[in-house]
C-alpha cells in the first residue's frame, strides 16, 4: 500500500511552495523555495496522475450496476487495472529518497591506469566521450585541467560539466574502465588491456564544505605539459594542498585568479564527496552492493574493440555498438544503470 498520509503531506507542501512563490518570498528563501518546488512538481504529478486512476476505478465499479453502462464500465475497468500497476510503480520511483547532489554540476577526472602509452589514449578517448555526451544534452563541458602525454593521449583530465540533471545520470560513471584493443603503436597486431579511472564528483558550495585559509598551502608555479602544452609565460599555475587530508589539486590555466578558483572548485568538490561517502556508508551497510556505490578502484565497464562490444559489469549490461558508444552516446547505459539503482532501492524498502 501507498503511504496516504506522505501522499497528502507532500501536496500540502508542493501548495504552500507554489503559494509562498507567487507572494514573493522573502530574497533569502527564493532560490530554497524553488529548488524544493521543482523538486516536488514531478512527484505532485505522478500523485495526481495515480489518484486520477484510482478515483476512475472506484466510478467505473459503480457504474456496473448500471445495466446501460456496464458494458463500458466492464472495459473501463479493465483499463486501469491494467495501469495501475504502472503507476503505482513509477510512484514508489518517485517517492524514492533524492540524493541532494542530483541537480549539482559535477567535477569528472579522468586518469590513466595500468598500460603506459595506451592507457593514456584510452583516457583521451573516454575524455572525448564524456564530452560528446555533455554536448548532445545540452550541457556545457569546461575543462579545468588537461596534461598531455607525448602521443597526445591524458595524463589527466579535470572538467566541470554543467546543466540539468548532470550528477544525477553521470555519478554511475566512477570506477575503472578497461579497454581491450590493438594498439597503434603494435607491429604485431596483439590485443593490449589497458585501464583509466574515472571520479564524477558533485560540485560543492562554499556553504556546504568550509575551507579556512590555515588548512591550505597555495604555491604558484610556470605550467608545463608535454610537448609544450600549456606552457605559460608567467608563473600562473596554481597548486592547492590541503594540509590535513594531504590532498593536492593543480590549475594551470593562464590567469593566475581562475587558476586559484578552479583548484578551490575541485578541492571543495573532493572534501564534499569524502563526507558524502563516510556518510553513506554509515547509512546503509550494503551499498557496495548498491550500482552507485562510487567505489573509485571497481572494475565497471569494458571496452573492447575487436567484438565491437562494451559491457557494463555491474548490471551485466554488454551492447555491441562501442563506435556509437565511445561517440558519446551514453542514454542507453545511464538509463539502464539509473533503472537498476531505482529497482534495488525499491527492493531494499519493501524488504
Do not use: C
Not at 529518497?97 to 577526472?109: F, H, M, N, T, V
Not at 586518469?111 to 560528446?132: S, W
Not at 556553504?207 to 606552457?231: C, N
Not at 599555475?237 to 590532498?247: D, E, K, M, S, Y
Amino acid at each position: 500500500m501507498l503511504p496516504q498520509d506522505r501522499l497528502s503531506q507532500i501536496v500540502q507542501r508542493f501548495e504552500f511552495l507554489e503559494a509562498q512563490l507567487n507572494a514573493g518570498p522573502a530574497p533569502d528563501q527564493i532560490a530554497r523555495f524553488s529548488r524544493e518546488y521543482a523538486d516536488l512538481k514531478p512527484v505532485v504529478a505522478q500523485i495526481a496522475e495515480w489518484r486520477a486512476a484510482r478515483d476512475g476505478l472506484a466510478e467505473a465499479q459503480a457504474m456496473l450496476a448500471d445495466p446501460e453502462m456496464r458494458e463500458l464500465a466492464e472495459d473501463e475497468l479493465a483499463r486501469l487495472r491494467a495501469l495501475m500497476p504502472e503507476l503505482e510503480q513509477q510512484l514508489r520511483i518517485a517517492l524514492l529518497p533524492k540524493d541532494a547532489a542530483d541537480a549539482r554540476p559535477a567535477i569528472l577526472e579522468i586518469r590513466p591506469g595500468t598500460g603506459g602509452d595506451e592507457a593514456a589514449l584510452f583516457a583521451g578517448d573516454l575524455l572525448n566521450m564524456y564530452r560528446r555526451f555533455a554536448e548532445s544534452r545540452g550541457w556545457s563541458f569546461h575543462l579545468l585541467e588537461l596534461s598531455e602525454s607525448e602521443l597526445g593521449g591524458v595524463r589527466e583530465a579535470m572538467a566541470r560539466i554543467e546543466g540539468e540533471g548532470v550528477f544525477a545520470r553521470l555519478k554511475y560513471e566512477s570506477g575503472v574502465h578497461r579497454v581491450q584493443r590493438v594498439p597503434e603503436t603494435e607491429s604485431g597486431g596483439r590485443i593490449h588491456t589497458s585501464a583509466a579511472t574515472v571520479a564524477v564528483l558533485p560540485e560543492a558550495e562554499e556553504v556546504d564544505i568550509d575551507i579556512p585559509a590555515s588548512d591550505i598551502r597555495i604555491d604558484t608555479m610556470r605550467a608545463s605539459g608535454a610537448g609544450g602544452q600549456h606552457v605559460n609565460t608567467t608563473d600562473s599555475a596554481v597548486r592547492i594542498t590541503h594540509l590535513p587530508t594531504g590532498i593536492i589539486v593543480t590549475s594551470s590555466e593562464k590567469s593566475q585568479h581562475q587558476n586559484r578558483a578552479n583548484a578551490m572548485t575541485v578541492l571543495r568538490a573532493r572534501l564534499y564527496d569524502i563526507e558524502r561517502m563516510r556518510a553513506d556508508a554509515e547509512r546503509a551497510a550494503d551499498r557496495k552492493s548498491q550500482v552507485g556505490s562510487g567505489d573509485r578502484s571497481e572494475r565497471i565497464r569494458t571496452y573492447n574493440f575487436p567484438q565491437g562490444r562494451m559491457t557494463d559489469h555491474r548490471i551485466g549490461l554488454t551492447l555491441y555498438a562501442l563506435d556509437r558508444i565511445i561517440g558519446g552516446d551514453l542514454t542507453e547505459i545511464t538509463d539502464a544503470l539509473i533503472a537498476h539503482d531505482q529497482a534495488a532501492r525499491l527492493a531494499a524498502e519493501t524488504a
